[in-house]
């Protein structure tokens, strides 16, 4: 158990919707990231926050957002869902200060659009 | 940005033989590079990182090679086991001395697998 947990672990919508997936990075983490992980394109880096602020940005569509709260959970906000978006959705989180750069990931969220 | 390719896509070994994972990075400014194991319907782990101070690191059976002039950087693994069957994510990324980590760029990944 890497200590970071998201939810859900599993959800089907269709075109055109949106939704929101969750993480609670591990405790006392200040970074957390997110990744899309399809088949094709392997795990691709969408956003980074830290400590409540953007500190990088990567192929994050338009169509895509998120935000880190106060309590340093963070939400990823996928909208005018098209089929391309199903996949598996990590989030890691890491230690915001210090010399490791490991990072911990979740279990993932599976995005399945029809 | 940096962009990082990975092979072999799927590497066969037979149980107790090596299996060597290479991967090449494109940003010369880079300077951390960790190994992740991801196994069946779990996120990935790290096994082995290396720092671009350093040309090898070790542990156990697990190895990775770095070098920098041109660019690429391998993990080895020994006598390999049914357990190491996994996929294998080379990454690379630069390090911020003012804390947090880089949104990592990871290779597309090696599906190792281990024949008994």
């Known amino acids: 158990d890497s200590g970071v947990t998201q939810t859900p672990k599993h959800l089907i919508t269709a075109t055109g919707q949106r939704v929101t997936l969750r993480c609670s990075p591990r405790?006392?983490?200040?970074?957390v990231y997110w990744y899309q992980q399809s088949l094709d394109q392997g795990l691709q880096f969408l956003i980074q926050?830290?400590?409540?602020?953007?500190?990088a940005k990567g192929n994050i569509l338009e169509r895509f957002s998120a935000q880190q709260f106060p309590d340093l959970h963070s939400e990823l906000n996928l909208s005018s869902l098209e089929l391309g978006d199903s996949a598996l959705y990590f989030c890691?989180?890491?230690?915001?200060?210090?010399?490791?750069?490991?990072?911990?990931f979740g279990e993932g969220s599976r995005l399945t659009v029809l | 940005g940096e962009n990082v390719e990975q092979h072999p896509s799927t590497l066969s070994v037979q149980e107790g033989d090596s299996a060597v994972i290479k991967c090449t990075y494109s940003d010369s400014a880079s300077n951390y590079f960790p190994w992740y194991k991801q196994e069946l319907g779990k996120g990935p782990q790290l096994i082995i990182d290396i720092r671009s101070n350093v040309g090898e690191k070790k542990d156990q059976r697990i190895a990775v090679t770095l070098n920098k002039t041109a660019k690429h950087f391998s993990l080895h693994i020994t006598e390999t086991q049914p357990e190491d069957s996994a996929v294998y994510f080379c990454?690379?990324?630069?390090?911020?001395?003012?804390?947090?980590?880089?949104?990592?760029?990871f290779g597309k990944g090696t599906h190792l697998i281990i024949q008994p």
């Open positions: 405790s006392g983490d200040l970074s």
């Open positions: 926050y830290y400590n409540g602020e953007e500190r």
């Open positions: 990454a690379a990324s630069r390090r911020r001395s003012g804390g947090g980590a880089d949104g990592l760029t």
């Open positions: 890691a989180s890491s230690v915001g200060t210090g010399r490791t750069g490991e990072l911990f």
